[in-house]
């Protein structure tokens, strides 16, 4: 199909190189316009809140202005606006002439019923809506079981995926060689400042975190020469291990085929090996969702929604002491210091600390699950649903509600030294490797001297693990 006028709606996609939506519409379109809309439905929520400060936000901003001025290096603009995004949308392509508008599918629910919206709404003006899988690698129903069903298991559905991966699914969108087609929009071009839509900056700059697809790029070249040790040195918080690519994945600044390919290709690296069954778990997650959309309030695995979780008092200081990073653990705490500082949380640690809120302290995974959803840079409900329900045994393929994560056996197996406990929590940075993971049982005299006494430096532990973990056994023995 050939058009006169399109329209690029970009979303959780923020990048010109390698976009399935992009590259369509300057196919099939003579003149192509681009705009970014700042849903009000989802920003009005953390304003209202309370929330001025919110580092994606701060990141959207950074990476579409960056956007934006690619764009006018190549005589183009980006359109922003912010309102709500489906009405915008809508007038935007009535306004514009446009015969139709382009845009990258969303598995998430609440992006389905406004994607479905706007198609009404377009439809009634006899213009399209064209939505392009670009996310990921494989979408929706595109891998299955032999018996034509969704996988509910990792290891068989990453083989399916493997087996079933051809050259084209990995290669690039390209669309450079019709850039010309990009075109100046005829409206009002001004990108609404941070204040203006009612934020304000954040800690942004103090991160290693460069926006926009330079910034993406810049952080993915870094990974490159690392991705050989990957296998070994994603599992310890304190060593350069992972890729820390999540928010470039989450908003798109990068490509994931692009990322997906450089790991494919080094097929003899144990490490990209290793590193492309997370992006496949990237995958898994997104297919899980977009089957199982009962997931977002409830356990994939429904016996588990009768499961007895702690909403004691006590229960709500404990859980309060979990967001600050005051269990008296120093593992779990200094990873909450983490997140709650950076926005960012090593994999090994979102294990330990959801598995901890939820096993140790009995508090429902939800609740953890949305304390993550406002912290995280890289937020994303299909991975963040399915590692909270991972970690607290009610997912698919979780961990088996009777493994239990002893706190301070992953803090002595994973931050072997102390390092990434020094790094957070100063306080304890006197003890030594061996004292560090459980300073509660080092004498009142080794505390003094290392200047942290246990309950006036730092917490008493809030729970006894072994304690806990019995209660934890009963509480998943729910009817089935
Ligand atoms: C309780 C819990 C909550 C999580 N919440 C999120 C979330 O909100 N957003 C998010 O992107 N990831 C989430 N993860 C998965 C994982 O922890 C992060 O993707 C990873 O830590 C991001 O760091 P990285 O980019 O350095 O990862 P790397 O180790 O370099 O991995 C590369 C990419 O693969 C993907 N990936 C890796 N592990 C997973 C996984 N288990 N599930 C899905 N995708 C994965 C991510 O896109 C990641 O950027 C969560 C995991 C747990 C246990």
Request: one cysteine or more; hydrophobic letters at 40%.
């Given at each position: 199909m050939q058009y006169d006028h399109g329209l690029v709606w970009l979303?959780?996609d923020?990048?010109l190189?390698?976009n399935a939506a992009l590259a369509a519409a300057l196919a099939q379109c003579k003149r192509v316009y681009c705009a970014f809309i ?33 764009l006018r290096?190549q005589g183009a603009a980006l359109i922003v606006r ?6 915008a949308v809508v007038k935007l392509a009535a306004e514009l002439g446009v015969d139709a508008v382009f845009g990258n ?10 994607d479905?919206?706007v198609k009404r709404a377009l439809l009634q003006q006899r213009r399209e809506l064209l939505l392009f ?40 969108r390209d669309s450079d060689k019709r850039s010309n087609r990009l075109a100046m929009p005829p409206c009002p071009l ?291």
């Amino acid at each position: 199909m050939q058009y006169d006028h399109g329209l690029v709606w970009l979303r959780r996609d923020l990048r010109l190189t390698d976009n399935a939506a992009l590259a369509a519409a300057l196919a099939q379109c003579k003149r192509v316009y681009c705009a970014f809309i700042f849903d009000a439905a989802i920003l009005e929520p953390l304003t209202a809140a309370g929330i001025v400060a919110d580092r994606r936000v701060d990141f959207i901003h950074r990476s579409i202005t960056s956007l934006d001025a690619s764009l006018r290096r190549q005589g183009a603009a980006l359109i922003v606006r912010h309102t709500d995004a489906a009405d915008a949308v809508v007038k935007l392509a009535a306004e514009l002439g446009v015969d139709a508008v382009f845009g990258n599918a969303d598995y998430e629910p609440y992006a389905q019923q406004r994607d479905q919206r706007v198609k009404r709404a377009l439809l009634q003006q006899r213009r399209e809506l064209l939505l392009f899988k670009d996310h990921v690698i494989f979408e929706k129903n595109e891998v299955l079981t032999g018996a034509g069903r969704p996988f509910g298991v990792f290891t068989p559905y990453k083989n399916a995926w493997l087996k079933q991966l051809q050259e084209s699914d990995l290669t690039k969108r390209d669309s450079d060689k019709r850039s010309n087609r990009l075109a100046m929009p005829p409206c009002p071009l001004q990108i609404p400042s941070l204040t203006q839509m009612g934020f304000a900056l954040t800690n942004l700059d103090q991160l290693p975190l460069p926006a926009g697809e330079a910034g993406a790029q810049q952080m993915f070249e870094d990974f490159k020469s690392r991705i050989d040790d990957y296998h070994q040195a994603r599992n310890y918080p304190a060593a350069r291990g992972p890729s820390y690519l999540s928010v470039h994945l989450r908003f798109g600044t990068l490509s994931t085929r692009e990322l997906a390919r450089f790991a494919h290709e080094r097929s003899r690296s144990a490490g990209a090996q290793t590193w492309l069954s997370e992006l496949i778990w990237r995958d898994f997650y997104q297919m899980i969702l977009w089957h199982h959309p009962h997931v977002v309030e409830h356990a994939y695995r429904p016996q588990y929604d009768h499961i007895e979780w702690e909403t004691s008092a006590r229960g709500n200081r404990n859980f309060a002491a979990w967001c600050d990073g005051k269990t008296g653990y120093p593992l779990v705490d200094a990873a909450m210091v983490q997140i709650n500082t950076s926005g960012y949380m090593h994999n090994r640690l979102r294990m330990v600390t959801a598995s901890f809120l939820t096993k140790d302290l009995g508090i429902h995974w939800l609740r953890g699950e949305r304390y993550f959803a406002h912290q995280l840079n890289d937020y994303d409900l299909a991975a963040n649903n399915g590692g909270w329900q991972w970690a607290a045994s009610t997912g698919c393929d979780a961990q088996p509600y009777f493994r239990i994560f002893n706190p301070v056996t992953q803090s002595v197996r994973f931050d072997p030294n102390g390092d990434f406990i020094r790094q957070y929590l100063p306080q304890l940075a006197n003890f030594t490797a061996r004292e560090i993971h459980a300073p509660w049982l080092v004498s009142v005299k080794r505390q003094k001297e290392a200047g942290c006494v246990i309950g006036r430096d730092y917490p008493k532990p809030i729970v006894d693990h072994a304690d806990a973990r019995k209660k934890t056994l009963k509480r998943f023995k729910v009817k089935r």
